[in-house]
């Protein structure tokens, strides 16, 4: 009688593989979808973040800086002089995000603002982004 040799079966290894597959298989759709919402969180994080800056810009330069979105992914912040500051192009590291605005934010030198929503959209849903009067900029 030979001892059995310590050790898994192919047929045991093989069982986990296909067991690993299924699971996989069945996360995968889950997966994507909470990507996309990342995406989408990324996004308006970022165009808040660049809002923020135009503002702290206006203060530090002491002069209006406007930022212009100029198609649905692309905007760039313009001091009072025409200057372009800073152009950023969203689809760079959120290929599936557009952007709208109900105008173009103005931050005055004195931190204030002329108050807009930016709203940023993927398969996800959408967020909005919006610059009060009082130069504060929030996601909603």
Not at 22 to 50: F, H, I, K, S
Not at 72 to 88: A, E, N
Not at 95 to 116: C, E, I, M, Y
Not at 122 to 139: D, E, F, L, Q, Y
Request: glycine letters at 6%.
């Amino acid at each position: 009688m030979k001892a059995r040799e310590k050790g898994f079966t192919l047929i045991e290894l093989l069982t986990v593989v296909v067991i690993m597959a299924v699971l996989l298989m069945l996360a995968l759709p889950r997966m994507q979808n909470y990507m996309t919402l990342m995406r989408l969180n990324g996004a308006a994080r970022e165009v808040l973040t660049d809002l923020t800056a135009a503002r702290m810009k206006a203060v530090n330069l002491n002069q209006t800086i406007t930022v212009t979105f100029y198609n649905s992914h692309q905007y760039k912040q313009v001091d009072s002089k025409g200057t372009t500051l800073q152009d950023r192009d969203i689809l760079n590291d959120y290929r599936d995000v557009t952007l709208s605005s109900t105008g173009d934010p103005q931050f005055h030198a004195r931190g204030t603002a002329v108050g807009t929503t930016v709203t940023v959209t993927n398969p996800a849903g959408s967020k909005s982004v919006t610059v009060a009067s009082t130069g504060r900029v929030k996601i909603n």
